[in-house]
């Protein structure tokens, strides 16, 4: 008897206890706040966000950066026309990867060309950027150059956010 009445009582406590917990485990939240919106675009970034949004995405998060940048280098009217030839070449193009399915058809020789082609068209991308930012840079005045240089160095030291090597319009937070 008095085995039945401890395994009774342990019962009746671990009961107690897991109603306990569950009382304190707060009700699902109906309404999105700032954290679990901010969640939400942080897990957007990942591959499975569809293809328009993730465009939309990075062109609005671009404009945003480029617009700060604008304004840390205070640029002047007459510097617009090169300041708006810059932020066009810094657009980002979507280049077209292949499917895993059409990836998985390929042969090695087939695949492996058509890595070095990507490579090649993401080489070529990177260079007209370099050639660009190079052009921008001879039309701002000496204390722009070094604000941009600051915000350069910033970038390359890791500092400026997740991706140190990128520019400024690219993947870094800021």
């Known amino acids: 008897m008095k085995f039945a009445t401890r395994h009774l009582i342990a019962a009746g406590l671990l009961a107690t206890l897991g109603l306990a917990v569950t009382?304190?485990?707060?009700?699902?939240?109906?309404?999105?706040?700032?954290?679990?919106?901010?969640?939400?675009?942080?897990e957007g970034r990942g591959r499975m966000m569809d293809p328009a949004k993730r465009e939309q995405f990075m062109q609005e998060r671009m404009a945003k950066r480029m617009g700060m940048l604008k304004q840390k280098l205070q640029i002047t009217p007459a510097q617009e026309g090169a300041w708006n030839n810059y932020v066009a070449a810094l657009k980002p193009t979507m280049m077209q990867r292949p499917g895993r399915a059409e990836f998985e058809k390929m042969s090695t020789p087939e695949r492996i060309d058509r890595m070095r082609a990507m490579r090649?068209?993401?080489?070529?991308?990177a260079d007209k950027r370099g050639d660009a930012t190079k052009t921008f840079y001879t039309a701002l005045t000496a204390e722009q150059k070094k604000t941009f240089d600051e915000i350069g160095?910033?970038?390359?030291?890791?500092?400026?956010?997740?991706?140190?090597?990128?520019?400024?319009?690219?993947?870094?937070?800021?």
């Open 23 to 42: 009382a304190q485990t707060p009700p699902p939240a109906t309404t999105q706040g700032p954290a679990a919106q901010g969640m939400q675009a942080h």
């Open 120 to 125: 090649t068209a993401r080489q070529a991308e």
């Open 153 to 174: 160095s910033r970038m390359m030291q890791g500092k400026g956010g997740r991706h140190g090597g990128h520019h400024f319009g690219g993947h870094n937070r800021t």
